[in-house]
């Protein structure tokens, strides 16, 4: 169901033949990750926009396998960079990446992600930021079910 709706929303679409394993790096840093993704993070290889400026991070992106010159969580290294070792800065940084898992990057038009949040009060919603401040993010839905039928209705245009 979800692959028809990513290919109706013009993703490019790579199955796994056999269920792929969730890499234990990524289940140690974010232990309490939704089931919904989980199960879709196993029956992908690659989801890509046509243009191949927006995919999805799925295992071999989390593994270090991905071809992408780009690493699962680029803007968060990224952010770190662009502290200039202010210590404070560096904590707020870190505790927003321990809570937002970027599920899909995009360099359309500028650098953005969407999000899934595991923080308690907003569990599970999708949230969108973009550069400079990655950080300051905005809630575009309240699930990985809800963000995918936004994307068959082509409702994220500006992103992927």
Request: overall charge negative; some cysteine.
């Amino acid at each position: 169901m979800n692959r028809e709706k990513l290919i109706k929303a013009g993703f490019k679409i790579k199955n796994n033949s056999t269920e792929l394993e969730i890499p234990k790096s990524l289940l140690n840093r974010y232990g309490n990750l939704p089931t919904e993704y989980l199960t879709f993070l196993k029956n992908f290889e690659e989801i890509t926009n046509e243009k191949d400026t927006a995919w999805f991070n799925l295992a071999k992106e989390f593994n270090g396998n991905s071809e992408s010159e780009f690493k699962w969580n680029e803007f968060e290294l990224l952010s770190l960079e662009w502290s200039e070792d202010d210590a404070e800065e560096i904590k707020e940084i870190t505790e927003f990446w321990n809570h937002h898992i970027p599920i899909i990057m995009s360099v359309k038009d500028e650098y953005q992600f969407l999000a899934i949040s595991l923080e308690k009060e907003n569990y599970g919603e999708i949230v969108h930021g973009r550069e400079p401040e990655f950080e300051n993010v905005r809630k575009v839905c309240n699930n990985l079910t809800e963000l995918i039928d936004l994307l068959e209705k082509n409702e994220l245009k500006n992103i992927v």
